[in-house]
């Protein structure tokens, strides 16, 4: 079984425990965890290629990310295969069942479908012309791939003909989206074996969701740190700044999405803690009592499961930093711990609402008539 099956069954067992629906379709053949984003994501920011200072790496453009704080960019960057003859398909957003799902990238023996999205520098939304392996080296095409020629000889320059309208769209689909559909060879690629991002690439993402100023509600769209030489690398000459964002920010429409799409938490250390309520009376006191009793139990029961879920996750994030991070994917197991945390808390209220509605139906028990 190859590494993106395992992780497309690891996703679909967790979320499947949670009462969640997982998306797979045959043509992107990994797993799409719902949490409900709705809020599309911002346009690409316009920037330049920082120049290859290691022979060998293959370009991964950058990409809009989303974590509990809202959206924030992760910049492009070169990253050397973890084996050769191997290309970099993007991940990308595709809107369905009311909203918009990330389907994440891997590396596979041809590109396969990124949504249609013209990420740039080789990418123009099928395939890519940055360069081609021959062999076990990588050669560049100079007209789409910045390397420095006087170091690196195994170049060409192909001019690449773009028959699509240019424009930095982030995702497929939905209102404003890419309107694009796999090609039977993009499908072929994605059903062929292939192999998550690497380590670096996972140090590289984290280094990102870290650093404040990739937030898109900080940078507007044009992040100061575009793209990079090298992973995680975010600091000295090799940093490339946006010259511009993608799309003019609209600050009504922005303000409406903020209030009406309000980040969701990804762990269970995030949501409240289960609070007392006190049930509704009726006039009987026996009744209120045992009304009282049951959201006792109710809320204690709930927390109980709070809890649990919240040391599951810290478990989690333990048991991954032991193990090397090309086996588990950080990206991925956040992703499912916002599954679990949205779907514990959606099940708490829906628990909540029943219990609510059957206790204003439960009739007074019946009095004795008095005795003559």
């Not at 990124?114 to 395939?127: K, V």
């Not at 609070?275 to 109980?304: C, S």
């Amino acid at each position: 079984m190859s590494k993106s099956s395992k992780s497309l069954l690891l996703a679909s067992a967790c979320a499947l425990a949670m009462g969640l629906t997982v998306i797979a379709t045959p043509q992107y053949a990994v797993a799409q965890i719902s949490v409900s984003i709705t809020l599309a994501p911002p346009a690409l920011p316009v920037y330049e290629q920082p120049v290859l200072v290691e022979e060998g790496g293959v370009w991964a453009p950058g990409y809009w990310d989303y974590n509990q704080d809202g959206y924030f960019w992760v910049p492009g960057t070169w990253v050397q295969p973890p084996e050769y003859g191997l290309l970099w398909t993007p991940g990308y957003w595709g809107w369905g069942n009311g909203g918009y799902s990330w389907n994440e990238g891997y590396w596979g023996a041809t590109v396969g479908f990124y949504g249609g999205i013209d990420y740039g520098f080789g990418y123009s939304g099928q395939g890519y012309s940055g360069g081609h392996w021959q062999g076990h080296q990588f050669y560049y095409n100079t007209a789409v791939s910045h390397v420095n020629v006087t170091n690196i000889h195994n170049t060409y320059s192909q001019t690449v003909v773009n028959n699509t309208t240019v424009n930095r769209v982030s995702f497929n689909g939905g209102t404003g989206g890419v309107r694009a559909q796999p090609t039977a060879a993009e499908q072929a690629a994605a059903r062929a074996p292939h192999q998550p991002a690497t380590a670096v690439q996972v140090q590289h993402r984290q280094a990102a969701m870290s650093n404040r100023a990739l937030a898109a509600s900080v940078n507007h769209g044009k992040p100061e740190i575009a793209a990079t030489s090298k992973p995680a690398e975010f600091k000295g000459t090799n940093v490339v700044k946006a010259k511009a964002a993608g799309a003019p920010e609209r600050a009504p429409e922005k303000a409406a999405a903020t209030s009406a799409t309000k980040p969701a938490p990804v762990h269970a250390s995030e949501l409240p803690a289960v609070v007392h309520q006190t049930a509704p009376t009726t006039g009987n006191t026996a009744r209120d009592k045992v009304n009282q009793q049951q959201q006792d139990d109710l809320r204690d029961g709930q927390e109980k499961q709070r809890q649990e879920l919240q040391q599951k996750q810290a478990a989690d994030h333990a048991q991954a930093a032991k193990q090397p991070a090309s086996n588990a994917s950080a990206q991925e197991l956040e992703r499912q711990h916002q599954a679990q945390t949205q779907a514990l808390a959606q099940r708490h209220s829906t628990e909540q609402n029943a219990l609510h509605e059957a206790q204003a139906k439960t009739p007074e028990p019946k009095r004795e008539a008095p005795h003559t």
